[in-house]
């Protein structure tokens, strides 16, 4: 995905990108761009609003010094030379084979410099964006499975960088090396560094499907739910009653998973400054169209690009259905990292221990003492839990409890 980021060339976000598997590479995690010298104060909030905890600068000091960073000193900040002050071989137009032959240890800091980063995405770059950051960019790619073809086409977006020149690496890396796993593990990077890099990279299998799912059913699931929150009383007041705790103390707010955007524009419409995010493509696209005020976009509560104790509220509005059990530690923790002191979150789901499918989406019931506590572990305290019998809503017959929680990050020095 190309960023809109006027001050730079050459960047986008490698989320998206096939694996050979079936899998993808995971919004976010990956983002590449020219040197950022030029970028505003507007500019850098933007990188940090996109989630990045690290930035990887590949430049010679002598760039540096030319084209200060204006990240230079940051903790997410790490600069590492991937090449020679002084280039002592040729360097062919068709192939990056010597970079990779002459720079061993500089690509192998810089590879570990991606491994070992916090979470959050990694922004790798050099001063054009192309030559070191795409050969860098391909070695990480290819080890979380996208295949040489993908990862030349994706080089190949970047102005005056042909393909070929991709698989012409590729290929020396395979001939003189026996791969790219292999030419790593030369020069010094541990199994560890190659598996934390596959991780960070790779998009969780539950997430790809989940997404398949919904994009398959955006347009369908709308019609069938366009005016389902109108006939919730008890839905609407205890969104209303969220949107008075968060007026007290008011600020950013977002919807994760957000689907077609109702209960995001019913908040709108209470005075919250809101926005939602989905997995899905199409269901961000169906939001988008049907509520224009609202802003909507591409994200996963899994991975959430929100600066650190910024947001006055956070809704999870029968969004969490669709999490594995394994998941929710984790996410919770995101959860508490976003929200800023004091500020709530609203959780909605159905009551059970069943794992219901329907349509290919697999919809995870969940008993609320069980969420409460994983709340609790991520350091969210209850603020409020009820239940709500089985009703009837456009036709449509609940069979099970919904569960309402609402949670707070503890105010500063509590």
Same mark, same amino acid.
């Given at each position: ?36 010298? $030029? ?39 790490? /600069?590492?030379? !991937?090449? !020679? ?39 790798? /770059? ?12 391909? =070695?990480?790619?290819? +080890? $979380? ?20 020149? !991709?698989?012409?690496? =590729? ?34 299998? /539950? ?9 398959? +059913? ?53 005075? =919250? ?39 006055? @509220? ?21 959860? /508490?990292? +976003? ?73 500063? @020095?509590?």
């Amino acid at each position: 995905m190309i960023l809109d980021w006027p001050a730079c060339r050459n960047a986008r976000d490698l989320g998206g990108l096939p694996t050979l598997d079936g899998g993808r590479i995971r919004d976010g995690a990956l983002l590449r761009s020219d040197h950022h010298a $030029a970028m505003t104060p507007d500019d850098v909030a933007t990188v940090r609003s996109a989630g990045v905890s690290r930035i990887v600068d590949l430049r010679r000091p002598a760039e540096l010094a030319e084209q200060p960073s204006p990240f230079a000193g940051d903790p997410i900040y790490t /600069h590492v030379s !991937m090449l !020679m002050d002084v280039t002592d071989y040729e360097y062919p137009a068709d192939s990056y084979g010597p970079l990779l032959d002459h720079n061993q240890a500089r690509v192998a800091a810089a590879f570990r410099a991606i491994a070992e980063a916090p979470p959050g995405g990694v922004l790798v /770059h050099c001063r054009g964006g192309r030559d070191r950051t795409g050969t860098l960019v391909a =070695l990480a790619l290819t +080890v $979380a499975g996208v295949g040489p073809e993908v990862v030349a086409e994706d080089y190949a977006r970047s102005e005056d960088c042909p393909a070929a020149t !991709m698989i012409n690496t =590729l290929a020396h890396a395979e001939q003189a090396y026996g791969g790219v796993e292999n030419y790593l593990r030369g020069i010094g990077i541990e199994q560890r560094h190659l598996d934390a890099v596959r991780e960070r990279l790779r998009e969780p299998a /539950h997430l790809t499907e989940t997404r398949a799912g919904w994009d398959a +059913v955006a347009d369908w699931y709308t019609e069938q739910f366009r005016d389902d929150l109108p006939t919730r009383i008890w839905d609407r007041a205890l969104l209303a009653g969220f949107a008075e705790l968060v007026g007290a103390a008011p600020g950013l707010v977002v919807e994760v998973g957000s689907g077609p955007g109702v209960t995001t524009a019913y908040l709108h419409s209470l005075g =919250l400054d809101i926005s939602g995010i989905d997995l899905s493509p199409e269901m961000v696209a169906v939001a988008r169209r049907d509520h224009p005020h609202v802003r909507f976009r591409v994200v996963s509560m899994t991975d959430l690009p929100v600066p650190d104790a910024s947001l006055a @509220g956070l809704v999870a509005w029968y969004s969490i259905i669709n999490l594995p059990d394994e998941e929710l530690p984790a996410v919770f923790a995101g959860f /508490h990292r +976003v929200l800023a002191p004091g500020a709530p979150v609203i959780l909605a789901f159905q009551t059970g221990d069943e794992i219901v499918v329907r349509r290919d989406i697999n919809f995870h019931r969940r008993r609320p003492e069980a969420v409460e506590a994983l709340l609790a572990d991520a350091g969210l305290d209850l603020v409020l839990r009820t239940i709500r019998e089985p009703a009837e809503h456009l036709g449509v017959v609940e069979t099970v409890p919904q569960a309402y929680l609402v949670a707070r990050r503890p105010s500063a @020095g509590q």
